[in-house]
Every structure is written in structure tokens, then in C-alpha cells.
């Protein structure tokens, strides 16, 4: 069982960055990939990131460039630096947990352990 908590959520202003961090419970973190995915409004949960239990990373289009995933085993962290953030990036932004025997995945349903969340709004 894991369990996982973010934070970092706000309010900021096109242009700006914020940093996201989800802390995970548990003894074995580096044995699960880590994913962040977002909600808007209205739509779909979409994928933003995977950060596997070794630090590579998978971003989707609409962030590479822009956002960027780590984690750090020791600290049972991971987080999501975003920059040049945009109105679109506007959601409620989720990190998410699945065992790296499992391969990649970029979908919710490939993850096991979920995040409650935290508002990220970007005004223009």
C-alpha cells in the first residue's frame, strides 16, 4: 500500500513556475514508477509525466520543454517542476504510483495508488 500526498498548488500568472512535490509512504518507493497527471474543468484525466523508479523520465507533448519530473529515493519524493506555465495548464494536477515490473504506462489506469490532488491555476 502506498499512499501519496502533493503539494504546491497555487495561484500564479502566465509566464510564472511552480514546483509540485507528492510524498509517498511506504518502505518500497524505489520500486514504483511515479506518474502526474492533470484534470481540467470538464475533461478527461490527461497524462503529464512519468518518472521511473531509476529518474528516467516521459513527458507529453503539450509540457516537453516546459515541465520536468525527478524524484528522490531517499526523501520518498517526487516532484514536477513547471515552467512557462499557460492558461492551458490551468487543472487539478495528480501524481500517481505503479510497480516498475509493470513497464511503461501513461495511462490512469496503469496506475495502482493515487493523490488527492492539488489546484494549480495559471491566469493570463
Known amino acids: 500500500q502506498v499512499q501519496l500526498v502533493e503539494s504546491g498548488g497555487g495561484l500564479v500568472q502566465a509566464g510564472d513556475s511552480l514546483r509540485l512535490s507528492c510524498a509517498a509512504s511506504g518502505r518500497t518507493f524505489n520500486s514504483y514508477d511515479m506518474g502526474w497527471f492533470r484534470q481540467a474543468p470538464g475533461k478527461e484525466r490527461e497524462f503529464v509525466a512519468t518518472i521511473s523508479w531509476s529518474g528516467s523520465t516521459y513527458y507529453a507533448d503539450s509540457v516537453e520543454g516546459r515541465f520536468t519530473g525527478s524524484r528522490d529515493n531517499a526523501k520518498n519524493t517526487v516532484y514536477l517542476q513547471m515552467n512557462s506555465l499557460e492558461a492551458e495548464d490551468t487543472a487539478v494536477y495528480y501524481c500517481?504510483?505503479?510497480?516498475?515490473?509493470?513497464?511503461?504506462?501513461?495511462?490512469?489506469?496503469?496506475?495502482?495508488?493515487w493523490g488527492q490532488g492539488t489546484q494549480v491555476t495559471v491566469s493570463s
Open positions: 500517481a504510483a505503479k510497480p516498475s515490473r509493470r513497464g511503461f504506462g501513461d495511462r490512469p489506469a496503469d496506475y495502482d495508488y
